[in-house]
């Protein structure tokens, strides 16, 4: 089991900057390969970025590549989201995921292979 919970979200201006936590316990984090997802309501919780084991890889959806960037420390057992440029339509709840992979390259994008979910953090960007 892993229990993750994050933090660092708010309200901000548009052109600003925020960090994201997410925390996780309970497992070996180094085994899991890690994933932000956001939701705004009436919609699909969407991809924002996943970032294999080692932290090495990462990988973006279109809408924030260039502007967000993901990072994990594993001897914090922490993931983090570093947003840059937030827009109004960045405005969603966050929320960081957690999959199991053998590979230690390997990076997980798809929503439904997750296996665990914090339970989110609120991020709201005002024009």
């Known amino acids: 089991q892993v229990q993750l919970v994050e933090s660092g979200g708010g309200l901000v201006q548009s052109g600003d900057s925020l960090r994201l936590s997410c925390l996780a316990s309970g497992a070996t984090f180094s085994m899991y390969g890690m994933g932000w997802f956001r939701q705004v309501p009436g919609k699909e919780r969407e991809f924002v970025t996943g970032?294999?084991?080692?932290?090495?890889?990462?990988y973006y959806a279109d809408s924030v590549e260039g502007r967000f960037t993901s990072s994990r420390d594993n001897a914090k057992n922490t993931v983090y989201l570093q947003m840059n440029s937030l827009k109004p339509e960045d405005t969603a709840v966050y929320y960081c995921?957690?999959?199991?992979?053998?590979?230690?390259?390997?990076?997980?994008?798809?929503?439904?292979?997750?296996?665990?979910w914090g339970q989110g953090t609120q991020v709201t960007v005002s024009s």
């Open positions: 995921a957690a999959k199991l992979l053998w590979s230690k390259g390997a990076i997980e994008s798809r929503r439904d292979e997750f296996n665990y």
């Open positions: 970032i294999s084991r080692n932290g090495e890889r990462t």
